[in-house]
């Protein structure tokens, strides 16, 4: 079946523009969690959601920082103002629901922030 | 704030070699841990998850342990080959939502 599905695969984009990122989970999966990776450094957690209930937004490293889901499908991260500290691959997962399931990553976008 | 750390952070063997690949975490209160590669320019690819309740788990040449007590999980590799060059990432789960994760583990196997 298919996976999880991110577009764009590549962005490059200038200092304060707005960029929005957008993740199709696998059908059926409840969860869905943003990270991003950075050059040289780990995956960092930034936002997760859960069928209907209140996003853990803790992972979010500013307020420029902003995710969305309809229901329990497509997901769009949106940063604003873009900074070249914001340059890293953003990985989307999904999962069958939280807690115990695997957590099953798309291919990611790589955002380049000039 | 829970840390994970995968030694060694580069390895490099020959064809064929029994590899084990280490992550510690320091979660007493780990929900699950799940093992992943990841190759260059690409996303992560899952390769085996272990529950806390569980002492090991087994796919192909994969086997992952899990010991809550001393805070580890090994990727024992068998009879490795030159495709299974990769970044190895473990990925620990808590209390929380997220899985934390490891800096990863940069293997390459020769020919």
């Known amino acids: 079946g298919a996976g999880v599905s991110q577009s764009p695969s590549n962005k490059v984009t200038e200092k304060g523009k707005d960029v929005e990122l957008r993740c199709d989970p696998i059908s059926g999966h409840t969860a869905l969690y943003w990270y991003r990776q950075r050059l040289g450094q780990g995956l960092e957690f930034l936002i997760y959601f859960q069928g209907n209930s209140a996003p853990d937004k803790s992972g979010l490293p500013s307020d420029r920082f902003s995710a969305e889901r309809t229901g329990e499908s497509v997901s769009t991260l949106t940063i604003q103002r873009t900074q070249q500290e914001d340059s890293a691959v953003y990985l989307c997962?999904?999962?069958?629901?939280?807690?115990?399931?695997?957590?099953?990553f798309g291919p990611g976008t790589r955002l380049t922030v000039t | 704030k829970q840390e994970v750390t995968q030694i060694p952070a580069a390895l490099s063997v020959p064809e064929g070699e029994n590899l084990v690949l280490n992550c510690s975490f320091t979660?007493?209160?780990?929900?699950?841990l799940q093992w992943f590669r990841q190759d260059p320019g690409k996303g992560l690819t899952s390769l085996l998850l272990?529950?806390?309740?569980?002492r090991e788990q087994t796919s192909g040449r994969l086997n992952a342990s899990l010991d809550k007590s001393s805070g580890r999980s090994t990727l024992y590799i068998a009879a490795s080959q030159p495709g299974d060059s990769a970044t190895y990432l473990c990925g620990e789960k808590g209390a929380g939502n997220m899985l934390t994760f490891g800096g990863g583990t940069r293997l390459m196997v020769k020919p």
């Open positions: 272990i529950q806390s309740s569980q």
């Open positions: 997962a999904s999962s069958l629901s939280e807690g115990r399931h695997e957590q099953y």
């Open positions: 979660d007493s209160a780990i929900y699950n």
